[in-house]
């Protein structure tokens, strides 16, 4: 059983990144909602920084279409339940979890907080949720590891150009424990981000004319990373990319991912990584039958946040085909959009398992570190708590798609 109570953290070690001052932290506690945290961010990140983070692909339909799809769904209460204990957690992965929740990967964490990606897995593990450490992190497989040994950690791999290298990878997260492999199959190359390319923010990284008044603007963030140096991909040291020009880099981060990459490849990553694993990107049942079909104990519903095909499905709409497709099979995550409470049992009653939340774990470590990654599960916990209290559900597990109102003039 979940109580309504925060649950205790350890801070950061010292050589690992800053705590927040004791007044913002109590700035963070004032932050009533996952909006709330974003305006903070805003507010300390420089514009390109926050854009990347913020933004997603061309005219950004897409991201926008994640999160109006929530508001085409309406729950529809029981009362008279007891529901004077409620229980959140639910089995993903063959395992409890503490939420029907686990923190999505997300790539260059380090320059909204240094060291980003550590405050943010020590924060999943004290609420006992899986952190997907990604590719593009900036800090390494086994910094991650090392710093936040309590927490289920998965670790996410694109399909380099390199295939050793990312075998390489791949290896190294089997070595450092972690019990997940995500591949993502939804970048055979890169989303024109046009914010990107109008801050000319690119990954690598340099200063530009035209970027460097904007981070001056922010005489914090650049405090903060006077301190602990500039952030560096930690897993990508030793690849050479194709290219270093940043009017090309900017809005394509996945230039060298391999568009080669395809079912057979798939099966064979399959066949060699022996713990449990999940395909990402997935919107069309029938590829989802397939993952099914190769033994993957779990796909992740996702279009990227709204990051590469400008025009795909709203993941929420893509849900309810693929659950049907896969019939229990494996866990189905959904990803995208997720930003309150209700999304979350709105997911579960279409049939996921659990959701996956990124930039609401942006958005709280950007504001401050740990403590602001922490609040962003709390503000998650809290609101599922009291969305299933309110709906008559004593217990995550029994979320079904009774739920739901019938969609109107039905």
Not at 357 to 383: H, K, N, Q, T
């Amino acid at each position: 059983m979940q109580t309504e109570t925060s649950p205790s953290r350890e801070t950061l070690p010292a050589s690992s990144a800053p705590a927040a001052g004791a007044a913002h932290v109590r700035r963070l506690q004032q932050a009533y909602s996952i909006e709330a945290l974003r305006q903070i961010a805003r507010r300390m990140l420089p514009r390109a920084v926050f854009d990347f983070y913020d933004g997603g692909a061309e005219d950004e339909a897409t991201l926008r279409a994640n999160r109006a799809a929530f508001g085409r769904h309406a729950i529809l209460p029981r009362y008279l339940v007891d529901v004077s204990q409620i229980d959140t957690a639910v089995d993903l992965l063959g395992k409890p979890a503490a939420l029907p929740l686990a923190v999505a990967p997300t790539g260059a964490i380090g320059y909204g907080w240094p060291f980003g990606d550590v405050a943010i897995a020590r924060a999943a593990g004290a609420a006992g949720v899986p952190y997907a450490l990604p590719t593009s992190s900036t800090s390494s497989i086994e910094r991650v590891a090392r710093e936040a040994p309590q927490t289920r950690l998965w670790f996410q791999s694109y399909m380099l150009r390199k295939r050793d290298f990312t075998m390489g990878l791949i290896k190294r997260a089997h070595d450092a424990g972690y019990e997940a492999l995500i591949i993502t199959i939804d970048m055979p190359t890169g989303g024109k981000r046009e914010r990107d390319l109008r801050n000319d923010f690119g990954l690598p990284f340099r200063f530009t004319p035209r970027n460097v008044l904007d981070f001056a603007s922010r005489p914090g963030w650049v405090a903060r990373l006077a301190r602990a140096g500039m952030p560096v991909l930690e897993n990508m040291l030793g690849f050479v990319p194709d290219t270093l020009d940043s009017s090309t880099i900017a809005s394509s981060v996945g230039k060298n991912y391999d568009p080669a990459f395809n079912w057979d490849d798939l099966a064979r990553i399959r066949e060699a990584w022996p713990r449990r694993m999940l395909v990402k990107g997935v919107l069309h049942p029938e590829d989802a039958g397939r993952v099914a079909a190769l033994g993957c104990d779990g796909l992740v519903v996702s279009n990227h946040g709204g990051r590469q095909l400008d025009g795909a499905p709203a993941t929420l709409d893509a849900l309810p085909a693929i659950a049907r497709e896969v019939g229990g099979r494996l866990d189905v995550i959904l990803d995208g959009g997720v930003r309150r409470g209700t999304d979350v049992v709105k997911a579960l009653a279409l049939g996921a398992t659990a959701v996956m939340a990124g930039r609401p774990l942006l958005y709280g470590v950007s504001a401050g570190g740990e403590e602001g990654a922490a609040r962003a599960l709390f503000l998650f916990r809290d609101e599922l708590l009291r969305a299933m209290r309110l709906s008559g559900l004593a217990s995550a597990r029994a979320i079904g798609p009774d739920l739901l109102a019938p969609p109107p003039g039905r």
